[in-house]
Structures are given as structure tokens and as C-alpha cells.
């Protein structure tokens, strides 16, 4: 990750350099004022008055053209940082929040959006303005030493102000973001479950609770801006009697013969100058603490998924083989001791009483989450030799609960990958979805609100299934399928079973429902973390007296 924000700093040079052009056109006009006040007024030549007019004119326009130049530059450094950082970022956000062991990193577009902002904005990008400072130091020390000793104190004195100011104001603009940010992601929560809030009578509880954070970021945000406000006023304060004590410094300089009148009336341009970029840091200031803090952020939490070259496996015959496998989190065990195998084209039953590990169990045999002993393998290969988006190819997975997404019914089947419409007619059909989904408003472009609420737990759950079949994986990893669905659903997915076991797709499913247990060919018995059985399914049948 870090890579990446480097490659950013190509745009630094080209920004420097603009930078560098606008302060010295600037520099044109105090030269500008100095030449009329010393040599025009005394000659009354107009045409000379004309002539240097029009250059500084033009001077004061490339300036104003670079500098648009310059904004230019830093919105395409931010629309590239964008751009580049997405994909990692997202990446790294889908994985970490299925991980059990998860960081817990939520925010990471927010982070990238405040990154991309402060560059666009120049938040960053007006420090190479800094060095200029002493280069217009220079220039009033070559006008004479007073006048640079006034501004030199003036702007000593600014920094120190603003070097506390930032010290004041830091951790309350950070405090007031993650209390934000954290208020809404639980307002988010809780309109997912609106009913049960409304139902339950435990709305005004909610609100005095979001309330209660709302108002103490306001609070920080309110204290930080009354100190940002109390030193931005000292700051200009000491801008304007900066100013001004040069303009009285150079009268009497003048009168003493020390300067010229044009030297005198230069120097306040060039003054002005020098306070121009702790001004403009300080119209920026919260932006720049809140996106160092972002930066910080990316580059803690994405620097931890180190990228790795990996070899690409042929497609899996479906061979699925469980060798000792021990998961523990946080100390404490859920798995424990697992062996088992599955021939390709096989269907394996999974049974066992609520708690019992069966849903644990899939997401490590799918690479959801690392074992924290033993293998998991399929064909001869360990599945940590899969990419994620690589063995998604290869396994189709109904979860236990339904998970759909807003977007088309047909972007869901596929997974909200290429839409192949065929291969989604194919999936449906055989999820026994594809009639129910053309009696739709819009058949297979219906638009799906958030988790599929539009429609009902039964179409939800073959449309999953029809998802979990694209593509004809070799591999169908199934959860409770059967969860929810009413008889003609349940002769769906038994249909549904009998066409996978056709088409020698090996099928692993978790179901208590004895009419599509007798159509598997072995069977698991889990209690406790442990797998207590495993066998060919008449005989584990038999053995439990399962008729």
C-alpha cells in the first residue's frame, strides 16, 4: 500500500515546479511598484508606465494560469490515488470483515475519500509554498534589514500560534470523526432493523443514545472551531500590524534617505505574500488533521494483508478431503479434531444439533476462515493455496442466511459478475427459480432492495441457491437451504440435489430434513465441536435409526 501513496509523489515535482514559476511572477509585482515609484514618477514617461503595465499584466495572468495549472495537477492526483486505492482497500475490507479475527477496519472508503480531498484541495500540496518564505525573507533583506526583522518577528510569532493552535485542536478533530463515523455506522444498524426497533417500543432509546454521541461530537467540534477561530483572529491581527509596521518602519526609512519611496511601497506586497500560506493552512486545517489521520489509518490496517504471488491451479474435480482440523478463537474452541473426505461428485450430509460447529466447519472448508490446525484440502491441494476470488470460480455457496444485494435479480445470480444470461437461465432453471423469477414485474431485471426485501423468504432462498449453481461449479457448498422453505420449495431443492448428483457435482449440505439426507451419499454427525460420526449414509442412518 505504501507503493501505491509513493507513487504519488510523481505529481510533487510538477506541482513544485508551477509552485516555483507563480512565486517568482508574484515577485513582478513589487518590482513592478518599485520601478513606477522610483523611476516613472520622477520622469512622467508614460510610455514607459504603459510598457511596464502591460508586462506585469501579463506577468499576473501566466501566474494566475499556472496556478490553475497547479489545482489541475493535484485533482488528478487525487482522482489517481482514488482510483488506484479502491480495489486494495475494498479488498482488504471484504476479507478482514469475514474473518472471525478480523481487525474491524469499517471505514477505509471514508479514509480514502478524506485522502483523495485533502490532494484535490491541496491541502498537502501548498507546503512547497513554505520554502518561499524565506526566499521573500531574502528579498526584504535585500531592501533593507529592518523591514525583514519586522516580518521575520511577525511570522515567528504566527507559527508559534499556529503550532499551538494544532496541538489544541488534533485530538478533538479526530475524536469528534471516529465518534461520528461510529454514530452513523449504528444508525445504519439500526434502520437494517426498523421493525424490530418499532416493534419492540425501542426507538426513543436508540435516538437519546445517538443523541448522547452526536452531541459530544458537536461538542468537540465546537471547541476546536472556538480555538481555530480565537488564534485564525490573533494570526490576521498580527498580519495587519505586521504590515502596517513595515509600511511606518519604511516611511521613516525613507526619510532618513535609508530607501527609496518604490522600495517603501514594495515591501508591502511582498509582506502580504509571506503570511499568504499560513493563511490558506489554516482554511485547511481540520481537512489536513483529518486526513493525516486517514492516511495513518490505510496505511496501518492495509499494510497488514501483504500480497503474495500465487500459482495458478487447475480446476478442482471436486475431491474435498478434512484432515484434523482444530479452529480456536479468542481461546476458546470451536472445532476440534474434524477428519473427513468427499469423492468428486459425492454429496455429503452434514447433521447435528444447533451449536454443534456445522456452520464453522463450511466457512473452513470454503477459505472463509484459516484453520487454526490441520488441513483443509481440495483435490491435493490446500485451499491457503487458493486465492479467494480464484476458488470462487470453482465452489458455489447458499449460506445459512440468505444474503442478497441490491442490485438486479440476474447481477445477484451471478454473483454481480459478468452477466452471462444463459448461464443465468441455466442456474435458475435448475434452482427451480427461473418461473417464479419471469411472473416478476421485470422477470429477471428486477431491481432487488437491500437484503431482498421486496420479496419473500422463499424466493429469496432459491434465487440464493440459483446463485451458488452458476456457472456449474464443480463444488456446491449448501447451509440450511432448506431453512424457510415450504413444500413446493423443499421438492424444489430436492429436485435440485438429484440434478447436481446427475451431473456428478460433489455437494456438501447442512439439513436436518431426513427426505434429502436419504439422497446423500455419506454422512456427517457433529456434536459437541467434534465430528462424533462419519460414513455412507444408509449405514449412519441405520445407526441413528433414521428412518
Given at each position: 500500500m505504501q507503493s501505491l501513496l509513493k507513487t504519488q509523489f510523481r505529481y510533487f515535482f510538477p506541482v513544485c515546479f508551477f509552485g516555483m514559476c507563480v512565486n517568482l511572477l508574484y515577485l513582478s509585482l513589487p518590482v513592478y511598484i518599485m520601478v513606477v515609484y522610483d523611476k516613472v514618477l520622477i520622469s512622467f514617461s508614460i510610455e514607459t508606465l504603459t510598457n511596464l503595465t502591460i508586462g506585469v499584466l501579463i506577468a499576473l495572468a501566466a501566474m494566475g494560469i499556472l496556478d490553475y495549472f497547479r489545482s489541475r495537477i493535484m485533482i488528478q492526483a487525487g482522482t489517481d490515488l482514488e482510483?488506484?486505492?479502491?480495489?486494495?482497500?475494498?479488498?482488504?475490507?471484504?476479507?478482514?470483515?469475514?474473518?472471525?479475527?478480523?481487525?474491524g477496519y469499517e471505514r477505509g472508503l471514508q479514509d480514502l475519500g478524506m485522502l483523495k480531498n485533502s490532494i484535490a484541495e491541496e491541502t498537502f500540496f501548498r507546503l512547497p509554498d513554505l520554502p518561499w518564505i524565506a526566499v521573500y525573507i531574502a528579498v526584504l533583506f535585500f531592501m533593507h534589514t529592518t523591514l525583514a526583522l519586522i516580518v521575520l518577528t511577525g511570522i515567528v510569532t504566527s507559527f508559534i500560534f499556529q503550532f499551538f493552535l494544532r496541538l489544541l485542536i488534533k485530538k478533538r478533530y479526530v475524536l469528534s470523526d471516529i465518534i461520528l463515523f461510529s454514530g452513523n455506522r449504528s444508525i445504519s444498524e439500526y434502520l437494517d432493523h426498523a421493525e424490530t426497533i418499532s416493534g419492540m417500543g425501542m426507538a426513543q432509546g436508540i435516538i437519546?443514545?445517538?443523541t448522547g454521541m452526536h452531541m459530544?461530537?458537536?461538542?468537540?467540534?465546537?471547541?476546536?472551531?472556538?480555538?481555530?477561530?480565537?488564534?485564525?483572529s490573533v494570526i490576521k491581527t498580527i498580519n495587519t500590524i505586521t504590515a502596517t509596521a513595515v509600511f511606518g518602519a519604511g516611511v521613516h526609512l525613507y526619510f532618513a534617505n535609508e530607501i527609496t519611496s518604490g522600495i517603501m511601497m514594495a515591501a508591502i506586497p511582498v509582506t502580504l505574500r509571506l503570511f499568504y500560506p499560513l493563511v490558506e493552512s489554516l482554511h485547511t486545517l481540520k481537512a489536513s488533521i483529518e486526513a493525516a489521520a486517514a492516511y495513518k489509518r490505510i496505511r496501518t490496517y492495509i499494510n497488514t494483508s501483504q500480497s503474495r504471488a500465487t500459482f495458478t491451479l487447475p480446476a478442482p474435480q471436486g475431491k474435498i478431503s478434512i484432515e484434523k482440523m482444530t479452529f480456536v478463537l479468542k481461546g476458546k474452541t470451536l472445532l476440534q479434531n474434524i477428519s473427513f473426505s468427499v469423492e468428486p461428485g459425492e454429496t455429503l450430509g452434514i447433521v447435528g444439533p444447533s451449536g454443534s460447529g456445522k456452520t464453522v466447519l463450511l466457512k473452513l472448508l470454503l477459505g472463509i476462515w484459516p484453520a487454526t490446525a490441520g488441513k483443509v484440502k481440495i483435490d491435493e491441494s490446500e485451499i491457503s493455496q487458493w486465492q479467494n476470488e480464484e476458488l470462487g470460480k470453482y465452489v458455489g455457496y447458499h449460506p445459512q442466511n440468505t444474503e442478497l444485494f441490491s442490485g438486479r435479480i440476474d447481477e445477484n445470480i451471478a454473483g454481480f459478475k459478468t452477466v452471462v444470461?444463459?448461464?443465468?437461465?441455466?442456474?435458475?432453471?435448475?434452482?427451480?427459480?427461473?418461473?417464479?423469477?419471469?411472473?416478476l414485474p421485470d422477470g429477471y431485471n428486477t431491481w432487488m432492495e437491500k437484503q431482498g426485501k421486496n420479496l419473500s423468504g422463499g424466493q429469496?432462498?432459491?434465487?440464493?441457491?440459483?446463485?451458488?449453481?452458476?456457472?456449474?461449479?464443480?463444488?456446491?457448498?449448501?447451509?440450511?437451504?432448506?431453512?424457510?422453505l415450504d413444500e413446493i420449495g423443499l421438492k424444489l431443492l430436492l429436485q435440485t440435489?438429484?440434478?447436481?448428483?446427475?451431473?456428478?457435482?460433489t455437494l456438501i449440505i447442512v439439513t436436518d430434513r431426513i427426505n434429502l439426507l436419504r439422497n446423500t451419499d455419506k454422512i456427517l454427525v457433529m456434536n459437541d465441536k467434534q465430528a462424533v460420526s462419519f460414513g455412507a449414509s444408509h449405514e449412519i442412518m441405520k445407526q441413528y435409526k433414521i428412518q
Open positions: 482510483e488506484k486505492m479502491i480495489t486494495p482497500i475494498l479488498t482488504f475490507m471484504l476479507k478482514d470483515a469475514a474473518l472471525q479475527t478480523g481487525r437519546k443514545k445517538y459530544e461530537a458537536i461538542k468537540l467540534d465546537y471547541d476546536a472551531a472556538a480555538y481555530k477561530a480565537g488564534i485564525k444470461p444463459e448461464n443465468i437461465i441455466e442456474a435458475a432453471k435448475k434452482a427451480g427459480a427461473h418461473e417464479m423469477i419471469l411472473q429469496r432462498k432459491i434465487i440464493s441457491t440459483a446463485r451458488a449453481l452458476y456457472n456449474n461449479p464443480p463444488i456446491v457448498v449448501m447451509d440450511e437451504p432448506h431453512a424457510g440435489m438429484l440434478e447436481l448428483k446427475k451431473e456428478k457435482t
